[in-house]
């Protein structure tokens, strides 16, 4: 089975400082790993994610997000945080073994961030 | 490029009544997948298609629910009789096949059974 565990219901960072989104995951297989972001009354929108290769990745709106084997861990990272970024967050798992998980992600509970002025 | 397109967005109905939700994928796409999102929660999994074919659905899609993408394109989402417990946020996605994997989410249908 696959989880995912977003340990910080909310995060609150003051503008123009670092913001670190936690996420840790299980799987059986190689996992694909996935940050999303949600907007009130709006669907989920792709920031990023990790398939293989580089253990940084970078995404959209200056966000990346750093793939850690032996923590199990992917961490969704912004060097300076902006009011605009103020949203839910999802991490989200896939198992790579397709046959063990089929095509579906699985979500974490999600991280409120707030970014103050 | 259009993105994913879901209608109603909003859907009140009444407990024992049945509901259709319709979910219009990224026209290139060939997957297709229906999620459910309750307040404060992480979107949960209910069913997987490729083409028409859906390939896989979750225990959570009780015998009330019913899902179809009978062309390969737009997608329906049934259910029937429907309970309190059924009051939630209904999100489509859908994705490319051959090695993109990240899926692209409609804005929702959001349900509210009184």
């Known amino acids: 089975a696959q989880s995912v565990a977003q340990p910080e219901d909310q995060v609150n960072v003051a503008e123009g400082n670092p913001l670190t989104v936690k996420c840790t995951y299980s799987v ?11 907007y009130p009354n709006r669907g989920l929108q792709f920031l990023l994610k990790y398939i293989t290769g580089d253990n940084l990745v970078k995404g959209s709106y200056g966000f990346e997000a750093e ?25 989200a798992v896939r198992d790579g073994m ?8 699985t979500f974490g509970g999600g991280t409120r961030v707030l970014v103050k002025p | 490029d259009t993105g994913v397109s879901q209608n109603p967005r909003h859907k009140i109905t009444k407990r024992g009544q049945n509901v259709t939700f319709r979910c219009d994928p990224i026209s290139e796409h060939n997957r297709l997948y229906w999620y459910r999102q309750t307040l404060g929660q992480g979107p949960e999994f209910l069913t ?14 009780s015998d009330r629910f019913s899902a179809e993408r009978p062309k390969g394109s737009f997608s329906t989402l049934e259910i029937q009789r429907t309970e309190q417990g059924d009051s939630a946020m209904y999100l489509c996605a859908s994705s490319a096949s051959g090695g993109t994997y990240e899926q692209y989410f409609g804005p ?3 349900l509210t059974v009184t």
């Open chain 1, 28 to 38: 059986s297989g190689n996992p694909y790993l996935f940050w999303y972001v949600q």
């Open chain 1, 67 to 91: 793939f850690n084997k032996s923590q199990t861990s992917f961490h969704l990272k912004k060097p300076s945080a902006l009011v605009s970024d103020s949203a839910l967050y999802f991490c």
């Open chain 1, 98 to 105: 397709i046959k063990a998980a089929g095509n579906k992600l």
């Open chain 2, 48 to 61: 997987y298609f490729q083409n028409e074919a859906q390939l896989e659905k979750s225990r959570l899609l």
């Open chain 2, 108 to 110: 929702g249908t959001r």
